[in-house]
């Protein structure tokens, strides 16, 4: 049975770093696209990055460019969301999600992911 499981959350200052871990058992997840999410109390689910690990791209949310990478551990099976210089409105309970195929049009919208994590709470803040 497919298993996503992210880690790696916490409590952080604002301007703090953090790297949330998504790790799966009964996928290969380099031959999936593994996207991150975020939803803040009251909000609607949004995507954050993604890679496509099928040709390495990488899809990011505009307001997170160039603070936060999205990389993959083929040999741990394992994508990785390095977050730098974290806002307050970065809160929020991180997900990850897989899914066979994603586009440069589909990569952001949550109903194209199969496979999905329970999530792990990040809380920026001082």
């Known amino acids: 049975q497919a298993q996503l499981v992210e880690s790696g959350g916490g409590l952080v200052q604002p301007g703090g770093s953090l790297r949330l871990s998504c790790a799966s058992s009964g996928l290969t997840l380099a031959n999936y696209a593994t996207g991150w999410f975020r939803q803040a109390p009251g909000k609607e689910r949004e995507a954050i990055a993604c890679?496509?690990?099928?040709?390495?791209?990488?899809y990011y949310k505009d307001s997170v460019k160039g603070r936060f990478t999205i990389s993959s551990d083929n040999a741990k099976n394992t994508v990785y969301l390095q977050m730098n210089s974290l806002l307050p409105e970065d809160t929020g309970l991180y997900y990850c999600?897989?899914?066979?195929?994603?586009?440069?049009?589909?990569?952001?919208?949550?109903?194209?992911?199969?496979?999905w994590g329970q999530g792990t709470q990040v809380t920026v803040s001082s």
């Open positions: 890679i496509s690990n099928s040709d390495g791209k990488t």
């Open positions: 999600a897989a899914d066979i195929s994603v586009s440069k049009t589909s990569w952001n919208y949550p109903g194209g992911y199969e496979y």
